[in-house]
Nanobody
Framework: QVQLVESGGGLVQPGGSLRLSCAAS????????MNWYRQAPGKQRELVAA???????NYVDSVKGRFTISRDSAKNTVFLQMNSLKPEDTGVYYC???????????????WGQGTQVTVSS
């Protein structure tokens, strides 16, 4: 059983900052990537940022230069530092990880419950 627990969402004014955290726990053999998605009202879920075991980091164009993804591998935790927030960043942010629960099992997708981020004056 794998669990992802997110924290750090909330209401912030435009130009403000928030830091999201997500900790993975349970039966984990190895993690290929830890990622943040978001879903705005009436829109499809989109990948915001991804960090791979190799160290490769990817961002969606709309957050480049404003968001920073990082991880603490020892604690299976991923962070998303969000600066210069805009109203269009509003949505539910979901933590996602691609991992193997054991050596004998393949990689699977696991999701957190989501945390609301609202950017509004």
């Amino acid at each position: 059983q794998v669990q992802l627990v997110e924290s750090g969402g909330g209401l912030v004014q435009p130009g403000g900052s928030l830091r999201l955290s997500c900790a993975a726990s349970g039966t984990i053999f190895d993690i290929n990537s830890m990622n943040w998605y978001r879903q705005a009202p009436g829109k499809q879920r989109e990948l915001v940022a991804a960090i791979f075991i190799s160290g490769t980091i990817n961002y969606v164009d709309s957050v480049k230069g404003r968001f920073t993804i990082s991880r603490d591998s020892a604690k299976n935790t991923v962070f998303l530092q969000m600066n210069s927030l805009k109203p269009e960043d509003t949505g539910v942010y979901y933590c996602n990880t691609v991992l193997r629960p054991s050596r004998s099992r393949g990689y699977g997708n696991y999701w957190g419950q989501g945390t609301q981020v609202t950017v509004s004056s």
